[in-house]
């Protein structure tokens, strides 16, 4: 390490903030716990450079492993490096790398560094390398880097190429205006708002009803809708699965054990009277007595809470049992419910308590909950006998043995099923993620292996054959022929009476006259309309003053009336409140680090452009072949 980092080194002020240390933060931050980034031992150091600075294969490889993790997270199950490379993310961290590699070389050449103090600042700075005494901690430090296999030099270079990075793009990104003609007119747009009248078509509004269909109709429907009524392309899966719900009620049960298990969680079963209460509290006695004089003259309790410019919930006390209220329980569970209890003592001043309502005692006996301990105690065992076989049937498998043979000799139950990749089937077993996740990724000719489920069970499954996509029989699908050509049959019936009232209010009729009306003062672009599709504040905003337009949708048919355009300068609280203003910073934030991001794309593009990329394609494919 270039110089010992020390407890009373101090942190300079400069537009560090929060340094991004691309590879080791995103590693540490995402990936301390599981440590799943490893060292690329091919033949190659490199996979490319920009100017002097070398990407070495390491770098790519953490960064690209990070990455895919953070993908991982998001989509809840780990991605393999063949579905990374379809979505793309090897491009996204190979331009990332060579941007940073670009920034480097340019604060190399002119000559921008930070001294070692400063990187000594950083590290001890850093979460990730702090011991149970929270300060830095050097053997915590040493661990985390040996584990994500990176060595102190290298992670110190690494760090202080990032903070000399963070300098050069502040400098450059630093310092930008949004114009106020931008400004302004995204305000406008942003703040307009619209108010509409809309009138929602159902079944119930057509006036002649939807007749049933014949027997041709149905099937003509079925022939001219096939696609609807073809199962898709499935892979058929035979599976041997050991669950806790299947062995449970064979597991031993202790009454002895269960009655000691009811008496330590007695709280589940014996629950005391308890009330609803909501508490108002005053800052001395004079003031709530005062208060109370007034509730008792007739102000609303409601009242009383606003003149304490608070509200309802800000004084909700939950469910409240007698002993948790002090000396003043017994006046409170006293009090009838909606009446109100006080001025008396709380741990914050005299207060006004409001019984919402009584909840009554309730008592469980153990008798009542003994059913429900056992299942408890059965499937808790269950799992644990399940936990010591796992390791059983995978030495089973690992020798040749087959699904079948599974079932003879641990008893797991086998089952075919055929499943549809990235759908949850109608099998119960096709419940759990794991089986999912590993139903998805089986290739023909693959070794079947134990998958934990998340409830402690275990599965191992393999793949049988691909059944093809393949059109359900007509009579099999009838029924569902018939919902298919109902729904079609009431959605263009909906659709031509739509129009028909379009008509009428074209021709200056009424739209209240067609039905009950939701009527929308005003909204925004941003707005929220329940139980319509997301396209409707779209096309309102796409409509002139008075204009009548038909919207339609997947299940929803409505005739919308735009009644008024409010302009940004007649929205509530005036365009020059300060909700104008917060609204027009934000807008004035986002076009700077908009022009801020863009110049500085301009710039690390100017500087590999002049520097010059090189780039070895069989390197970058060795670390795509080397990582899982």
């Known amino acids: 390490m270039a110089k010992t980092p020390t407890e009373d080194g101090k942190r300079p002020r400069s537009t560090v903030k929060e340094v991004a240390v691309w590879t080791m933060l995103g590693l540490l931050i995402l990936g301390l716990g599981g440590f799943g980034v490893t060292s690329f031992s091919g033949g190659v150091t490199k996979v490319g450079s920009v100017g002097d600075i070398e990407i070495t294969t390491d770098d790519y490889a953490r960064a690209l492993q990070t990455q895919v993790n953070a993908f991982s997270q998001q989509f809840g199950q780990q991605l393999s490096m063949q579905e990374a490379l379809a979505f793309g ?114 079944e119930a509004d057509l006036t002649t009803p939807v007749a049933e269909p014949t027997e041709a109709e149905l099937k003509a429907h079925y022939d001219a809708h096939l696609d609807r009524f073809t199962k898709p392309e499935a892979k058929r899966i035979t599976y041997a699965s050991l669950l806790p719900e299947a062995i449970a009620k064979d597991q031993p049960v202790d009454d002895a054990m269960l009655q000691t298990i009811y008496q330590d969680r007695i709280a589940e079963f014996v629950i005391p009277e308890r009330r609803l209460l909501e508490r108002l509290v005053y800052p001395d006695q004079a003031a709530a007595e005062a208060a109370r004089a007034k509730l008792d003259a007739g102000t609303p309790f409601e009242d009383l809470v606003a003149e304490r410019g608070l509200t309802l919930d800000a004084i909700d006390m939950g469910d409240v049992a007698l002993d948790e209220l002090g000396a003043s329980g017994a006046a409170i569970f006293g009090t009838a419910e909606g009446q109100v209890a006080g001025p008396l003592d709380s741990d914050l001043g005299p207060a006004l308590y409001r019984v919402v309502s009584v ?90 292996e134990a998958i934990v489920l998340d409830d402690g069970g275990v599965v191992a499954l393999r793949l049988d054959e691909i059944v093809p996509a393949a059109p359900i029989p007509f009579e099999e699908a009838r029924e569902r022929v018939a919902e298919d050509w109902r729904r079609d049959a009431v959605a263009q019936a909906l659709t031509a009476r739509a129009a028909e009232i379009k008509a009428a209010l074209d021709g200056g009729e009424a739209i209240g006259g067609f039905g009950i009306v939701d009527v929308t003062p005003d909204t925004a672009r941003s707005g929220f309309v329940a139980d319509a599709p997301e396209t409707l504040l779209t096309d309102v905003f796409k409509m002139t003053e008075g204009e009548a337009r038909v919207i339609e949708a997947e299940g929803f048919t409505a005739v919308v009336k735009l009644d008024r355009i409010l302009p940004a300068s007649a929205t509530p609280g005036d365009a020059e409140g300060e909700d104008a203003e917060g609204m027009r910073e934000a807008l004035a934030a986002q076009v700077r680090q908009a022009i801020a991001q863009d110049a500085f794309a301009a710039f690390t593009n100017a500087l590999t452009s002049e520097a010059g990329i090189s780039l070895d394609q069989a390197a970058i494919n060795a670390v795509h072949t080397s990582l899982p």
């Open 359 to 448: 909840l009554a005692a309730e008592e469980t006996t153990f008798d009542e909950a003994r059913d429900t301990l056992a299942i408890e105690i059965q499937t808790d065992a269950a799992r644990r006998l399940i936990g010591d076989r796992v390791e059983e049937i995978d030495d089973l498998l690992a020798g040749g043995a087959a699904l079948e043979d599974l079932g003879k000799e641990i008893g797991m139950a086998v089952a075919t099923l055929d499943h549809v990749p990235g759908q949850q089937g109608e099998d119960s077993i096709e419940g759990y993620p794991a089986f999912r996740a590993a139903a998805d990724a089986v290739q023909e000719g693959d070794f079947a």
């Open 89 to 202: 993310i090897d491009k996204q961290v190979l331009q990332d790398v060579v941007t940073r590699a670009a920034v480097d070389n340019e604060a190399q050449r002119i000559g921008l560094s930070v001294g070692d103090d400063v990187v000594a600042t950083e590290i001890m700075g850093m979460d990730a390398f702090k011991g149970v005494s929270g300060s830095f901690d050097r053997e915590t430090y040493r661990f985390a880097l040996d584990s994500s296999n990176l060595s102190e030099p290298e992670f110190e270079t690494n760090l202080r190429r990032d903070i000399s990075r963070e300098l050069l793009q502040g400098a450059v990104s630093g310092g930008f205006n949004a114009p106020v003609a931008l400004t302004e007119t995204l305000y406008a747009w942003v703040a307009e708002r619209r108010g509409f009248s809309m009138l929602r078509l159902g």
